[in-house]
């Protein structure tokens, strides 16, 4: 009877405090919410005041612009060809920063990763040192760096490229040193014993293991610098997006060019997208 009503206890006991815990989760869910809208309409305050009190106004016209680029493409269709046509050297621009920057970006983010994980780096002290210089790139937007690239080196693809690489190698040093976490470390102590240097160890040891991973996360990272490319474009960094940007400011007259370059663009992306997810399914599940 004894151990009947201890169990008894204990099961009201669990039960409490679950109900105890649900409760917290409830009342902290209801803050954020709260919080959350507080934030929201702050926000359209401040919005609405910054624009002379037009904000609310001018949001019911958010989509006349793209309508205009709609009418004016179906007004000239013929011209949609040659306007795609146009728009692929700047596209193959795009790619080619994007490319460089991928690849430049997640050999640096492999490095920083190998060097901040726990168990792998050359130099254990400077782990921390290694996470941190990783989280700065990845905390500064592309466009920022590049618009300081921009001021120093002029405009073109090369401060694009820079920019994006950098910013690239704090996200995948971030994304690469999670998966370092999860490696088998007894090919790395194997190595070590027979007098492997780092070098050997990290290239026979882990590279191995988690190579796969690598390259899907690369991939995953070629298409967000394809969008991040044709972005900076409008600030003065060339290709696909400096081209949009010209038909965008002319305006009428010019929006049919606008939506030549916005197929392409969409379709360049749509492309790239399915590809890396085909080729990142096969990397995780094999030929199935």
Not at 70 to 85: C, F, Q, R, S, T
Not at 180 to 190: F, H, M, Q, T, W
Not at 207 to 235: C, D, H, K, M, T
């Amino acid at each position: 009877m004894t151990f009947l009503a201890t169990g008894a206890r204990g099961t009201a006991d669990l039960r409490h405090a679950y109900l105890a815990q649900v409760q917290r989760r409830r009342l902290y869910s209801g803050l954020l919410t709260i919080l959350f809208v507080a934030l929201m309409v702050s926000g359209f305050q401040i919005a609405q005041a910054r624009n002379a009190g037009d904000f609310l106004n001018g949001i019911t016209h958010i989509f006349d612009f793209p309508a205009d680029i709609v009418d004016e493409a179906i007004a000239k269709a013929g011209n949609l060809p040659g306007h795609i046509w146009d728009a692929l050297p700047p596209l193959i621009e795009t790619i080619n920063i994007a490319a460089v920057s991928t690849l430049i970006g997640t050999l640096l983010g492999g490095l920083l990763a190998l060097a901040s994980t726990r168990g792998l780096a050359a130099w254990p002290r400077l782990i921390v040192v290694f996470r941190r210089l990783s989280d700065v790139l990845r905390a500064v937007p592309e466009i920022v760096i590049a618009l300081v690239l921009i001021f120093v080196l002029g405009a073109g693809p090369v401060p694009a490229a820079i920019a994006i690489a950098l910013h690239t190698a704090g996200a995948t040093g971030k994304l690469f040193s999670e998966v370092n976490e999860n490696a088998d470390l007894k090919p790395v102590e194997g190595l070590a014993s027979v007098g492997a240097g780092w070098v050997q160890r990290m290239m026979l040891g882990v590279l191995p293991q988690v190579a796969p991973n690598y390259f899907s996360y690369a991939l995953l990272r070629f298409e967000i610098n394809i969008r991040a490319s044709a972005i900076l474009g409008f600030v003065g960094a060339g290709g696909i997006g400096y081209e949009l940007k010209n038909a965008m400011t002319f305006g009428q007259g010019k929006l049919d060019e606008a939506a030549g370059i916005f197929i392409v663009l969409f379709a360049t992306i749509v492309i790239f997208d399915q590809l890396s997810g085909v080729i990142r399914h096969r990397l995780t599940y094999g030929d199935a």
